[in-house]
């Protein structure tokens, strides 16, 4: 219940600033990304708060066609806690995504290892991915996917000896969003690792013509009986004016 009230005190903050702000924008808490990136000189903020996890990310468009985010995490540890983690991604793109076209980007980046323990969670994941994205039916419907790599790292202790693991792993991801209207989108999408079983969110997105500014509602669970997904998640996102 404690949870819930902070998701709606949260959610309620959001929405306000969906309305009041001036300020297009993407991404928040979804894990699949899309082939786009912020205008040249511009600055986008990302942030959501949700059960298992919050997070803050900036990214700007301070080198030609390369897209940098810093951010930091609020992550649930198992415990009622939540360990303050971070992020840098760098993200170009090979082909933009136009109207009823298509795009390609490279995305790279280290983060969090939730596998890991102490210090060794801090950018104890490397990765990298190509995130594409089609746009059909008129800009009605985009979808997009996402494959690519991740490295886990991180020092297994047993007692009496200790060693390191070098985790690869294959990382893929599919959404969809699809426009009701100038105001609401519907989203959904599946995402994991290897042939592991996947985990999934799904929910809508607010977004104020004109604004830029877009908000989103979600909620995600896993397609494993035994495993958690991410649980409800509000989100928002706004980008500003050419600042550099």
């Known amino acids: 219940m404690r949870a819930m009230l902070r998701f709606l005190q949260f959610g309620t903050t959001l929405?306000?600033?969906?309305?009041l702000l001036p300020a297009p924008a993407s991404g928040q808490q979804l894990v699949v990304d899309d082939a786009e990136i912020v205008d040249p000189g511009a600055c986008q903020v990302e942030a959501w708060h949700g059960e298992r996890a919050s997070w803050i990310l900036p990214a700007c468009q301070l080198l030609p066609n390369v897209e940098i985010s810093v951010g930091a995490g609020f992550i649930d540890d198992g415990t009622g806690h939540r360990e303050t983690e971070?992020?840098?991604?760098?993200?170009?793109?090979?082909?933009p995504l136009s109207p009823g076209s298509w795009g390609l980007g490279v995305v790279l980046g280290v983060g969090p290892n939730p596998s890991a323990e102490g210090e060794e969670r801090r950018f104890g994941d490397v990765y990298a991915f190509l995130p594409a994205s089609v746009s059909l039916l008129d800009d009605r419907l985009v979808m997009h996917g996402n494959v690519g790599w991740e490295w886990h790292?991180?020092?297994?202790?047993?007692?009496?000896?200790?060693?390191?693991?070098?985790?690869?792993?294959?990382?893929?991801?599919?959404?969809s969003d699809v426009a009701l209207n100038d105001t609401f989108t519907l989203l959904g999408e599946f995402y994991g690792e290897d042939d592991r079983r996947p985990h999934f969110q799904a929910g809508l997105r607010l977004q104020h013509d004109g604004a830029g500014v877009e908000v989103d509602l979600t909620w995600g669970g896993s397609t494993h009986p035994d495993e958690e997904g991410p649980g409800f998640t509000v989100g928002v996102a706004f980008v500003s004016g050419r600042i550099f």
């Open 15 to 19: 929405l306000l600033l969906w309305v």
């Open 86 to 95: 971070h992020a840098i991604e760098l993200k170009t793109l090979i082909r």
């Open 153 to 175: 790292r991180e020092t297994i202790d047993h007692g009496d000896h200790a060693h390191e693991s070098d985790d690869h792993h294959l990382s893929w991801g599919l959404r």
